[in-house]
């Protein structure tokens, strides 16, 4: 399988999920453009290790996804986009009575509303060039729900909606809509629970990893970033031209509970 001459825009690509998912379609030939707000000197090396690397063009773009003009504008930035990766996302735990209303606002927009503004932007892209995929990296979240997630859940059962809708629109079109469904895979965004979470249930870190975290990941095995690339790039393959408007999950059985 070979994704040369594609360009995959992958937004919050500068850590976990989204950098293991630009890192494989790197490697099976795509050209990538890594995202994030932060805007440091480190981002934009790893665009250019990723380029050093796998030998395509790699680029960062500098947009907050929390603003829908910037989720636009990223794909004009990113001067092609045949693969969009919605990837960008945050987390807040707390119970629903105690629950920010900023950190509401912030994963609705983030992990969902960012998604409706980068795919808006990015269909006429896709159409122009007669090709596209749009992967969204929803969550277990999407298809189940967990106490004190409320915001989070909320915005996964969101975009895996949406991810049915966009499959409607361009059903007759070389174009395809489908969201994974990572269980925990173990990077920055679960790193940091884990402290909230030993506060909240008063847990070691060890007993929250096993009791809470993979509590309800049948397989005991964290997700891998690698794995989620490479359920990606099958994504992107000629094998799924006819998988759309669906849901993969990659949880070690979770969701077969
Ligand atoms: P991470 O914290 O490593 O990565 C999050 C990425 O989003 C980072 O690149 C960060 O820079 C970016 N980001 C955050 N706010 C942004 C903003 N306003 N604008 C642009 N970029 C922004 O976390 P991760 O675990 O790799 O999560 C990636 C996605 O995978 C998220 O949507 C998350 O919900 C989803 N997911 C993660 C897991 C897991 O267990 N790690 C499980 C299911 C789903």
């Known amino acids: 399988m070979s ?15 989204g950098l293991g998912v630009a890192r494989e379609l790197a490697k099976q030939g795509a050209h990538v453009v890594l995202n994030s707000f932060t805007d440091r000197d480190e981002d934009h090396a790893l665009a250019a290790e990723i380029a050093d690397t796998f030998g395509v063009k790699a ?27 919605n990837n960008a996302g ?27 503004h980068t795919t808006a932007a990015a269909l006429p892209v ?36 949406m991810t049915k809708v966009v499959a409607l ?4 079109e070389p174009i395809t809509a489908n969201a994974i469904c990572p269980g925990y895979v173990l990077t920055p965004l679960v790193e940091k629970q884990i402290p909230e979470t030993m506060k909240e249930y008063g847990m070691d870190r060890e007993t929250v990893v096993k ?3 993979l509590q309800r990941q049948p397989s005991k095995e964290f997700a891998t970033t ?16 006819q998988i759309t408007g669906t849901t993969i999950s990659v949880d070690g059985g979770w969701t077969a509970l």
């Open 211 to 213: 009791e809470v975290l």
């Open 126 to 161: 896709m159409r122009a060039k007669g090709w596209g995929r749009v992967i969204n990296i929803a969550s277990a979240h999407g298809l189940t729900a967990s106490p004190y997630k409320s915001a989070y859940v909320a915005a996964k059962h969101g975009i895996v909606g």
């Open 59 to 85: 680029t960062y773009v500098s947009a907050d996804m929390s603003k829908g003009e910037d989720c636009r504008r990223l794909i004009a930035d990113a001067g092609a986009c045949d693969i969009l990766i």
């Open 226 to 241: 690698e794995q989620l690339g490479g359920t990606a790039a099958f994504l992107c393959s000629d094998a799924a031209a």
């Open 3 to 17: 994704l040369q001459g594609k360009t995959a825009v992958i937004t919050g690509s500068n850590s976990g999920i």
């Open 90 to 116: 945050i987390q807040h735990v707390a119970p629903i009575q105690d629950f920010p209303t900023e950190k509401w606002d912030a994963i609705i927009a983030i992990n969902m509303s960012s998604a409706f």
């Open 169 to 172: 629109e361009t059903a007759q």
